[in-house]
T-cell receptor, first 114, second 111 residues
Framework: KAGVTQTPRYLIKTRGQQVTLSCSPI?????VSWYQQTPGQGLQFLFE???????NKGNFPGRFSGRQFSNSRSEMNVSTLELGDSALYLC?????????????FGPGTRLTVT | KQEVTQIPAALSVPEGENLVLNCSFT??????LQWFRQDPGKGLTSLLL?????REQTSGRLNASLDKSSGRSTLYIAASQPGDSATYLC??????????FGTGTSLTVIP
């Protein structure tokens, strides 16, 4: 079974631009979560989608948004990029909408904002 | 809000040594606890998931224990190898699949 895939793997953007990251969960998984990882803040939760609905949202500004499609693939969008948005963005997929199941992470998208 | 702490922040051991990584959490009402490994610049690899009703979970040279009442979990690595060098993270979820991560333990196994 294929793992979680994320595209692109690397991105370089300029301040003020916007970016869209994509995550394809493991087949059959309906929950997709997004995290931001930086050296200073560690892993921080962005949001979680289940069956195309955002169920949880972390403490990030409205510039960070996401969506999930009917095939469970998810996209994350960051508008008006700032230097501080440079990070590794990770998505995780889970089998169901409860916390009882193991979460599987993708390889991440490394975003650099210049 | 759940807070997860990992001690030590960094650990260096000679190859072959057994070692223990610690994880503590403030809210004992957890569903499960998951241990991950992260290599530099890479994603997270799931190592072990231990359910709240379990005390231990084993996979190969890895053994995770969970003591909900005291808010602690340990990851025991037997006969460490240089390939075990990585950052180890523990995480606990809330009801909505939001994980609270520890800050990690950076492990170096010296050949």
């Amino acid at each position: 079974k294929a793992g979680v895939t994320q595209t692109p793997r690397y991105l370089i953007k300029t301040r003020g631009q916007q970016v869209t990251l994509s995550c394809s969960p493991i087949s059959g998984h309906r929950s997709v979560s997004w995290y931001q990882q930086t050296p200073g803040q560690g892993l921080q939760f962005l949001f979680e989608y289940f069956s195309e609905t955002q169920r949880n949202k972390g403490n990030f500004p409205g510039r960070f948004s996401g969506r999930q499609f009917s095939n469970s693939r998810s996209e994350m969008n960051v508008s008006t990029l700032e230097l501080g948005d440079s990070a590794l963005y990770l998505c995780a997929s889970g089998q169901a909408g409860t916390s009882a199941y193991e979460q599987y992470f993708g390889p991440g998208t490394r975003l650099t904002v210049t | 809000k759940q807070e997860v702490t990992q001690i030590p922040a960094a650990l260096s051991v000679p190859e072959g040594e057994n070692l223990v990584l610690n994880c503590s959490f403030t809210d004992s009402a957890i569903y499960n606890l998951q241990w991950f490994r992260q290599d530099p610049g890479k994603g997270l690899t799931s190592l072990l998931l231990i359910q709240s009703s379990q005390r231990e979970q084993t996979s190969g040279r890895l053994n995770a224990s969970l003591d909900k009442s005291s808010g602690r979990s340990t990851l025991y690595i037997a006969a460490s190898q240089p390939g075990d060098s990585a950052t180890y993270l523990c995480a606990v979820p809330n009801t909505g699949n939001q994980f609270y991560f520890g800050t990690g333990t950076s492990l170096t196994v010296i050949p």
